[in-house]
């Protein structure tokens, strides 16, 4: 979570100085430090684009492997970090898993965590919901398409506060939120368009 925080404040050289401290500070099991190496490669890839002043959206051939080999094979949480860059990029398709209830025990159902589609009267969407370590905000703009307005997602918690904000400049698209840092609870992403609010919908983040 530290290396995280440094990467969003784009001080890569913490970033390495928090990993490489890591197995001088803990004693690693080995499925531990196989998850460790995972880490490294991920933020290897996060390091570079930060460096070259890229987005997610814009990756080498090379950190595209890095990420595909990282989603089939690395532990988890890195996998699903791996996996959401992929989505983002449609690079590949995943469908969360749907629970089913046990009918010979009745309990609540729990609904589709990705719903099919965007409905009209809507503009996005977030899954999963509730979500752990990341969140996907899938958005389409529809009326907006000739619009020059800022368009900006904001993402706020239970008492107000700006988490983080995030521009977009396509009409159609999605892209990951990192929630790793956010405390369990109750969460708003609002969406802003030349300064006039649209839409804003609840999402909860569990541990």
């Known amino acids: 979570m530290l290396a995280f925080e440094y990467l969003e404040n784009g001080d890569t050289t913490l970033v390495a100085k928090v990993l490489n401290a890591i197995p001088a500070t803990f004693t690693l099991s080995n499925t531990q430090e196989q998850v460790y190496y995972d880490y490294l490669d991920y933020f290897g890839v996060l390091t570079s684009l930060k460096t070259e002043g890229k987005s997610i959206l814009e990756l080498s051939s090379y950190q595209i492997t890095v990420l595909q080999n990282l989603s089939a094979t690395g532990g988890e949480p890195v996998s699903s970090y791996a996996r959401n860059i992929l989505l983002a990029n449609q690079l590949m398709k995943y469908y969360e898993p749907i629970l089913i209830p046990d009918m010979s025990n009745p309990a609540p159902s729990k ?76 969460y708003v992403c609002t969406l802003v368009i030349g300064g006039n609010i649209l839409q804003s919908q609840k999402f909860v983040i569990i541990r």
């Not at 609904?111 to 965007?118: A, G, L, M, S």
């Not at 009267?121 to 990341?134: G, L, M, Q, S």
């Not at 990192?178 to 369990?184: C, E, F, K, P």
């Open 111 to 186: 609904p589709n965590v990705k719903p099919d589609q965007i409905t009209p009267d809507e503009y996005f969407r977030i899954y999963p919901n509730p979500a752990k370590h990341y969140a996907i905000v899938e958005y389409r703009l529809k009326d907006y398409q000739n619009s020059s307005d800022q368009v900006i997602f904001v993402i706020t918690n239970q008492e107000g506060k700006v988490m983080e904000k995030v521009q977009v400049q396509k009409q159609q698209d999605q892209f990951v939120l990192n929630t790793t840092s956010y405390v369990t609870g109750n």
